[in-house]
Each structure stands twice: as structure tokens, then as C-alpha cells.
């Protein structure tokens, strides 16, 4: 039971007794309970043999059930197969057919663009309120960390069976080690561009019983001066290989500015790469506007309202607008917990089609991840047919669903997607 419930790496029943059982392992600590400390301790002169230490202390974390079940065993709870079944039969998809778009992913080369972010998650028990003045007074228990931005994009991609490489800028400190050595983890390839003149952006929430209290950024919005940006163009198009899919993934942070994603996009557009981007708008102002020409887009709501200037239009009127204001062929308008509308063209017709989507998972224990997720699904699947903008909506829509299951934007791979997939619409039972 403490295996499952992740509180240990290792467990073991003393069959052959105390003394043998510490002897065939040799820990260097043994913890006991504060309540053995004035008793008889045979483990002491056992560990001295070797220099462990004898540790007593019960402990001052408090844990739910919530918290020690874990985010993993309770993914499947909360994604509504059924939902997602039924939105599969409304627009004519099988399973199998979504099988087969994750399996063509495997080997398609993605080339990622933007702004690398680490993310940083301390977990705080209350405390009370301050007598001084009225502050909320937490006690940290555990942080924990996650590489973000593009690096987790190309985590994603790269999590699909895509060969991911990455182009993107870090400081010179000590996060910038840490996301070269995740990111040479999640098998991406990674040359960044070291910028003297920043810091590595960082953004560190404080959460307390499952809510975030606070939110604290560290980061430098200046442009990339024009060396470097000459340097990252060089970098990004002397692949002799043309790459399948280019997304950008853009959080205004400085490492793309409007004349450089010009040059991008029109060398790309030149060699028919599909391209997708996404623009972020959350505590810094995103400019979806500079993806002039591009094939693909994913705004929230927000964002295309900001982009546009209107506040008063329908979805989709607005999402019509966000089209022909980029010259945009497809695009998916995402409404958070309310799902999105899908923009593309009817092959049949010719037609504008507008297609809404619900969301999987209404009960989402993070909701940090989520458009990356949905971008790298939805992206991938339509570089692979533009005539099938369902399929790529609902693979976006079951991944985003996987990823606000748990804490900390994660790659999801192509296994978990297809254990969904391949698992019947009345089975929604935890994985």
C-alpha cells in the first residue's frame, strides 16, 4: 500500500528480524517516532557498525486523502469518456482513426520556437492570520519543479513520437542548467541561446489545500538585441532538412519580436511547412497579431478579443474575424472549462466550418499545461491532413483533458492517450 500510494521507493516485511534486516541493507538513517525516544533503541548500536544515525521525529506535514491518492490514480475520475465517445460518433471518428493519426506522429520532425519558462510549485500548509496585520500565514512543505514555455511544448512533442527540436533562450544561472538537463531528458533536441542580459524566466506559485495563493515572476521582457536575433535565425533555418511542423510558442518574454517572426514565417511559408502558433496572454500582454500568415492558431477567448478589439461578438464571429485578420486557414478558440470552437475550411464545400468541442475533464487539478497540450496534439494531427480538423480538435481536447488530471505541466505520452482511446465509453475508472 505505501508503494501505491508513491509514499516510498522502497518497501520491505523484516521476516529474518531487526538486526539482520538492517544489516543486509546498511541505511544511513533509521526513522522512528518521537514516542521511542526514551525506550530501549537496539537499532543505535546496530548502525554504529557502519556510522548510520538513529533519527526520531513524527513528522509535521499534514496530508489529505486527496494528497496521498495522488493526481495519477485519479485521471481516470475525472475525464468523461462518455463525452468524449459521443463527440467521436456526432462527427463520424473512431477510435481506431485517432489511433492511427497518434502512430503517423511517430518520427515527424517539429521544429519549436518561443520563450522557455521554468515553473516552480511550493506547497504550503496554513498556518493562521498574522497578529502584526492582516497577512495569511503558510509553512512550506515540499517544491516542487517543471521546466515550461516552449521546453515543455517540445516535451509534448517530443512525448508523441516526434522528433522535437528546440530553439529558444535562457540566462546564465542556475535554471538554466536545470532545464538543459530536463530537457536532454524528455529526448528533445536543445542549443540554446544564452542572453547575459536575463535571467532564465522563472515563475514560482505558492499553493495551499489545492488553490494558488500567489504567484511570483521572475523574468526580463526586452527584445533580443539584433545579434542574437540574427544568430537564432541562422540557428532555426540551417537544418538542411525542412521540418514537418514549426509551432511558435510565444509568451511575449522577448525572444521573438514582430520583424523576426516576419522573417521566420516567410522563410517557412517559402518551404511549405505547416505552422502553428500561440500567442499568450495572461499577467504580460501576448501579441497574437505578428503571426501574420500562419496556418494555425489556438487563442483563449481573451486573447482573439484583445487581438481584435471586439468584446461584444459571438464566439463565432469572432473566431471568423481571428481567421481573416491573420489570413489564417484553421483555428481553435478555446473557452477554458466551456470547451472551444474549432475554425477550418469544408473540403466539400469550401466553406468556413465552425465545429464546438466540450471539455473532457471538468474537474481539473491544474490547469497549467493545458494549451500546450491541446497546441502539440491538435498541431501535429493537422499537419498530417488539413481535411480532418475533428480529429485534430479531439486529440487535443483528450490530451488537454490528461494534463489538468495532475499537478505540473508534463509530457503526456502516446501511451496514455491510447490506454484512453482503447478503453470502452462506460469504463471511466481510475488508471
Known sequence: MLLELGLCHRALVMEDGLEAALLRERPDLVVKGKEFESADNPESAILAKWGGRLVFGSGEASYSGRDLLGAESRQGDAIDLNAFHDQCHRHGVSSSDLVRVLKQCEGRRVLIIGDTIVDEYVTTAPVGLSREDPTIVVRPEHQQRFVGGAAIVAAHCAALGAEARLHSMLGEDEAAGFVQEQVGKFGVEFSPLIDQTRPTT????????????????????????????????????????????????????????????SRLVEH?????????????????????????????????????????????????????????????????????????????????????????????NKRPEDTAGAGDSFLVASSLSLSLSTDQVEHAALLGSLAAAIQVSRLGNLPIGQAALMRRLNRPASDNQPI
Open 268 to 360: 517557412f511559408r517559402s518551404r511549405h511547412c505547416f505552422i502553428a502558433a500561440d500567442s499568450q496572454t495572461s499577467s504580460q500582454l501576448g501579441d497574437l497579431g505578428k503571426f501574420q500568415g500562419v496556418n494555425y492558431v489556438t487563442p483563449t477567448e481573451h486573447e482573439a478579443r484583445i487581438l481584435l478589439s471586439d468584446y461584444t461578438s459571438g464566439i463565432a464571429v469572432l473566431g471568423s474575424k481571428l481567421k481573416a485578420h491573420l489570413s489564417c486557414p484553421f483555428a481553435a478558440v478555446t473557452l477554458g472549462q466551456d470547451g472551444l470552437l474549432m475554425f477550418g475550411n469544408d473540403a466539400r464545400s469550401g466553406q468556413d466550418s465552425v465545429h464546438p468541442f466540450p471539455a473532457f
Open 202 to 261: 522563472t515563475k514560482r506559485r505558492y499553493r495551499c489545500e489545492g488553490k494558488t495563493l500567489l504567484r511570483v515572476n521572475q523574468f526580463r521582457q526586452h527584445h533580443l538585441d539584433y545579434r542574437l536575433q540574427d544568430e537564432l535565425f541562422r540557428q532555426v533555418t540551417s537544418k538542411a532538412n525542412d521540418p514537418a511542423l514549426v509551432i511558435f510558442s510565444d509568451f511575449s518574454y522577448g525572444l521573438l519580436p514582430p520583424s523576426l517572426v
